[in-house]
């Protein structure tokens, strides 16, 4: 059931891209309006995608249930409280973000984008179906952060629900989905939420193959100064001048 939630929901969702993509719905929005991909390199990234998910994600999957009911997890009535799911699910987001920077900038790491990483980045305009376009490697590293937040938080607390979890891949699906869109909209989340990372957070990664490493939020490229952004772009000018004069 899992498997199945997530290749419905997975496909599911980016259908509607591929068919903006297609028809030229929303061009105003695109990003990179210059750079749309063809039916053909979806097809192609569809297939790789969906070879990807039964060689490497359906074993993870599979794994995750008997570990999880190892720590805990409950599979039967009553289901939790819409509190509990949320709160849960919003600490699932954080944890989740913090390992994502911290590997994603890693595999950013010369020998590492060359051996792993470098095969996600062979969209410069990336699409909704390409969020997990990766090298099976790059799949497990980045995909254990989305298992194992949840299975950590059973482990310590002994509380968690198969329906929470469930709640919680279809959200991480939506966000990395949306984020490769190609897509920035003024109703776009980050617009109302100043932290959220969205489209056009991951986009300029793309674009300029630095920076923004975060999944779904922006605190950790901002602390550590890893922000590509035209304000981040400003501050660090504007640092840089101002350590000249101090010299």
């Known amino acids: 059931m899992s498997f199945v939630i997530h290749e419905l929901f ?32 979806q097809w192609d990234c569809a297939k790789f995608v969906l070879l990807s998910h039964f060689t490497v994600e359906l074993p993870q999957i599979w794994l995750f249930h008997p570990m999880a009911q190892f720590c805990g997890l409950s599979t039967s009535i009553p289901f939790p409280s819409p509190w509990t799911m949320t709160y849960q699910i919003a600490i699932f987001f954080v944890m989740e973000d913090t390992w994502h920077y911290f590997f994603h900038r890693a595999l950013h790491w010369g020998p590492l984008y060359k051996a792993i990483h470098k095969i996600h980045h062979q969209y410069s305009a990336p699409f909704g179906l390409a969020a997990e376009y990766a090298s099976p490697i790059e799949v497990m590293i980045l995909g254990f952060g989305t298992v194992s937040s949840p299975i950590l938080w059973c482990a310590f607390t002994g509380n968690l629900h198969i329906l929470t979890m469930y709640i919680w891949i279809v959200l991480r699906l939506s966000q990395a989905i949306d984020a490769h869109s190609g897509y920035e909209f003024p109703w776009s989340l980050h ?12 986009d300029l ?20 100064d890893t922000e590509y952004t035209p304000d981040a772009l400003k501050r660090r000018r504007g640092k840089n001048v101002k350590a000249k004069k101090t010299q």
């Open 10 to 41: 997975y496909f599911g969702r980016s259908l509607p891209w591929i068919f903006i993509d297609s028809l030229g719905f929303f061009k105003r929005y695109k990003i990179q309006s210059s750079k749309v991909p063809s039916l053909r390199e």
């Open 191 to 202: 617009h109302f939420l100043p932290f959220w990372a969205g489209a056009d957070h991951h």
């Open 205 to 224: 990664h793309h674009e300029k193959f630095i920076g923004n490493y975060s999944s779904s939020f922006r605190w950790w490229d901002y602390l550590l």
